[in-house]
């Protein structure tokens, strides 16, 4: 089993739709959690951490359940500058702040 | 604030040949990760330094595989000698707590 899984893509919407990309996690001992956002041949850069009572940042809200190991991205009415791969990142419970990411889910939002 | 900076950011070179990547963090991050990103996947974490020191390099091919970050700043990865399987982008990231910030990567082709 992989550490970190993620919904296979691609996603194609329509702009304006609600998308939801799904996680799961293997380390219990995970204790900080993210979504990073990845361009085609660019670097990753943050979207936003995952917290256990959920977090939203304007039409991106996360949530965390830390009993079934799952983390979900939900993106409100999708704009076209929302297409790109969206990695679940998990902190690999060691306390030193090591990451491991997911493949990603690749998102294309169509006009 | 200045970025991540990495390079060469393009390097194509035959197997058996040897490659070295340079990084230099953000201002003040102690920490520096070294990440192999293959085509279609996540980042895997090749190294992890603390300062000077190495806090994590449990996935690093430590037989073709050598880093260093000698005076806590800039560092290198060296690959000696290539394997067509090291072909992929090798991205660099620094942090000051939580969030890793990552550079532009440098772009391996082992023929």
């Known amino acids: 089993r992989k550490e970190v899984e993620q919904d296979p893509g691609p996603f194609n919407v329509p702009e304006g739709a609600t998308v939801a990309f799904n996680c799961t996690y293997s380390n219990s001992a995970s204790q900080s959690f993210f979504w990073y956002r990845q361009d085609c041949r660019k670097e990753p850069k943050l979207l936003m951490s995952v917290y256990s009572s959920g977090n939203e940042d304007g039409r991106f809200t996360a949530q965390l359940n830390r009993a079934s190991q799952y983390i979900s991205l939900l993106i409100r009415d999708s704009k076209l500058s929302d297409s790109a791969t969206y990695l679940c990142v998990v902190e690999k419970g060691t306390g030193r702040r090591a990451l491991t990411f997911g493949s990603g889910t690749r998102l294309q939002v169509q006009p | 604030e200045a970025g991540v900076a990495q390079s060469p950011r393009y390097k194509i070179i035959e197997k058996r040949q040897s490659v070295a990547f340079w990084c230099n963090p953000i201002s003040g991050h102690a920490t520096l990760y070294w990440y192999q990103q293959i085509l279609g996947q996540g980042p895997k974490l090749l190294i992890q330094?603390?300062?000077?020191?190495?806090?994590?390099d449990s996935q690093l091919p430590k037989d073709r595989f050598s880093a260093e970050r000698l005076k806590g700043v800039d560092s290198t990865l060296k690959i000696q000698p290539a394997k067509l399987e090291d072909s992929a982008v090798y991205l660099c990231?620094?942090?000051?707590?939580?969030?890793?910030?990552f550079g532009p990567g440098t772009r391996l082709t082992v023929l």
């Open positions: 330094f603390q300062n000077n020191g190495v806090v994590d």
């Open positions: 990231a620094s942090s000051l707590s939580d969030t890793q910030y």
